[in-house]
């Protein structure tokens, strides 16, 4: 019998082409078990090298060694890699560059979105998934639940009509013969419709932008606006009512323990300001709240320069107490210090 000749022999690894080695170090981390993402790989260097590997049979050690030293030494002196193309570009460089400039480059490139649209599609909220399967087509549907993880399937059947499961559960008896590219392109259209959310100018809501505007307003200011929208949209001024946090809020949404954390934050002299400004403003009630949840001595300290101070000026009151809140914010911000929680300033008042 003619003896097996192996691909190469000890010290002749020089002689291998790269598709030899890429084939050899793959067939040798699967054998060691390593997992490897060649499904990252673009479909004609995941043929070429499965065509590879098809055609070699073995190896001596001394050439396995060689390659193995080879490409642990190419390794060693890789000093930073690129990602593939525009899409992996993009990847690399999310939430550093603009949206707009991102869409248009994606668009212009003919480039994936989304990476993996299936991977999307299936850590996606339920919540996110019903309205998409009631717009689509039963067919789409199907292949969406054929695609789902069983229990997570179950659960979206669960959030559909009666009628619409049922049909969508029968047509997923007649997916078996939907192609490979064509749940490809399903799950990059789902993926596209799932994070089809329309780009903004502002970061923040309408609400939120409005609140924050009248928290830096003078009183007067503030509560003339309110009025405004109060006869224009209701809703709409509860809403901006609930996102304003000025110096009377400070009862109702901090807590009484982060009082002394607060009060180190701002000047003893501003603080004695806001303060004395709050009852002569008719804000006893929050300036009691801070005074009750202070050290004692500090309390009582401060309650002396009070007296002495006497009645103080709207305007300077005003940027005490906003000085006051701004400490307030800017703890919050920092997760230093929480709000008091809807539910729990409720409690508060019952």
Do not use: C
């Amino acid at each position: 019998m003619k003896a097996i000749t192996p691909l190469a022999r000890s010290g002749a690894a020089a002689r291998l082409t790269r598709a030899q080695k890429a084939a050899i170090i793959v067939r040798f981390l699967i054998n060691e078990g390593a997992e490897i993402a060649l499904t990252d790989l673009p479909d004609g260097l995941q043929a070429r090298l499965t065509t590879q590997m098809g055609s070699m049979r073995y190896v001596d050690r001394g050439t396995l060694a060689d390659v193995v030293a080879e490409f642990a030494q190419e390794l060693e002196g890789m000093g930073l890699t690129f990602p593939r193309g525009v899409a992996g570009a993009l990847s690399a460089l999310g939430g550093r560059i603009s949206p707009q400039t991102a869409a248009r480059l994606r668009k212009e490139a003919g480039v994936r979105q989304y990476g993996d649209p299936w991977h999307q599609i299936k850590e996606a909220d339920l919540s996110a998934l019903v309205p998409i399967v009631e717009r689509e087509s039963i067919e789409v549907a199907a292949v969406l639940l054929s695609k789902l993880d069983v229990s997570r399937a179950a659960d979206l059947l669960g959030k559909l009509r009666g009628d619409l499961a049922r049909r969508i559960t029968y047509a997923v008896s007649q997916t078996g013969s939907v192609s490979p590219e064509a749940v490809d392109r399903i799950g990059l259209a789902l993926a596209a419709e799932l994070h089809d959310i329309p780009e903004t100018a502002f970061a923040q809501g309408a609400v939120e932008r409005v609140g924050a505007i009248l928290n830096f307003s003078p009183a007067a200011t503030r509560d003339d606006v309110l009025t405004g929208l109060d006869e224009t949209d209701q809703e709409f001024a509860a809403l901006v009512r609930r996102a304003i946090f000025t110096f009377v809020h400070i009862p109702d949404r901090v807590k009484p323990t982060d009082i002394p954390r607060i009060t180190r934050e701002v000047d003893q002299a501003i603080l004695v300001t806001a303060l004395a400004g709050a009852v002569t403003s008719g804000l006893t009630p929050a300036s009691d709240f801070i005074l009750s949840n202070m050290g004692k001595r500090m309390a009582e300290a401060i309650r002396e320069e009070m007296q002495e101070r006497g009645r103080v000026r709207l305007r300077d009151a005003e940027e005490a107490m906003t000085a006051v809140v701004n400490a307030v914010r800017s703890l919050e911000a920092a997760g230093e210090i929480t709000y008091v929680a809807a539910d729990e300033e409720e409690q508060s008042h019952d």
